[in-house]
T-cell receptor, first 116, second 110 residues
Framework: GAGVSQTPSNKVTEKGKYVELRCDPI?????LYWYRQSLGQGPEFLIY????????DSGLPNDRFFAVRPEGSVSTLKIQRTERGDSAVYLC??????????????FGPGTRLTVL | DAKTTQPNSMESNEEEPVHLPCNHS???????IHWYRQLPSQGPEYVIH???SNVNNRMASLAIAEDRKSSTLILHRATLRDAAVYYC???????????FGTGTRLTIIP
């Protein structure tokens, strides 16, 4: 069965450029999460969607980061004016529903972003 | 959010049981204890979770102390494929975001 997929798997860009990272969640999963993982660290929460709306975007580091999920399925994480410090693995996860204390999140393989 | 404390690293021999400890002395009554693991170059993978009682599934067992201030993830028979970073995470009911620490890096010795 299809798991969470993320594209591209690797993205190299130059400082100041705009990038988009895509996440295809598991079919039927209503909740979608974005995390960022720097080298040697655990993943760090960025934003959570329930359906089409961003229910919690408290982890977005600044206004250069934005995410959308217009039809409640695929999500795109957008980063404007990239900086070298944005280099990390960006992870997407989905779950069947909210109320995650009792359930699990399914993670994709991540997109490795390198900003030169 | 209540925090967890785990050893930075552990080693175990292949085909032997592994006990991964986690301390969470400030856990609240509505915090669930979740374990995820992350194999090299992969996204995290759910392992198990519990609230008060010990839990078993096909991957592992979770032993929760009576006062809930600590827990232990038990891999009954470690294989080389179990080499990963294991994260112990507290998740309050109604909270959606997983807060990962640095976890325990488990090395399996053939």
């Amino acid at each position: 069965g299809a798991g969470v997929s993320q594209t591209p798997s690797n993205k190299v860009t130059e400082k100041g450029k705009y990038v988009e990272l895509r996440c295809d969640p598991i079919s039927g999963h209503t909740a979608l999460y974005w995390y960022r993982q720097s080298l040697g660290q655990g993943p760090e929460f960025l934003i959570y969607f329930q359906g089409t709306g961003a229910a919690d975007d408290s982890g977005l580091p600044n206004d250069r980061f934005f995410a959308v999920r217009p039809e409640g399925s695929v999500s795109t994480l957008k980063i404007q004016r990239t900086e070298r410090g944005d280099s990390a693995v960006y992870l997407c996860a989905s779950s069947r529903r909210s109320g995650m204390a009792r359930g699990e999140q399914f993670f994709g393989p991540g997109t490795r972003l390198t900003v030169l | 959010d209540a925090k967890t404390t785990q050893p930075n690293s552990m080693e175990s021999n292949e085909e032997e049981p592994v006990h991964l400890p986690c301390n969470h002395s400030t856990i609240s009554g509505t915090d669930y204890i979740h374990w995820y693991r992350q194999l090299p170059s992969q996204g995290p993978e759910y392992v198990i979770h519990g609230l008060t009682s010990n839990v078993n599934n096909r991957m592992a067992s979770l032993a929760i102390a009576e006062d809930r201030k600590s827990s232990t993830l038990i891999l009954h028979r470690a294989t080389l494929r179990d080499a990963a970073v294991y994260y112990c995470i507290l998740l309050n009911f109604g909270n959606e975001k997983l807060t990962f620490g640095t976890g325990t890096r488990l090395t399996i010795i053939p």
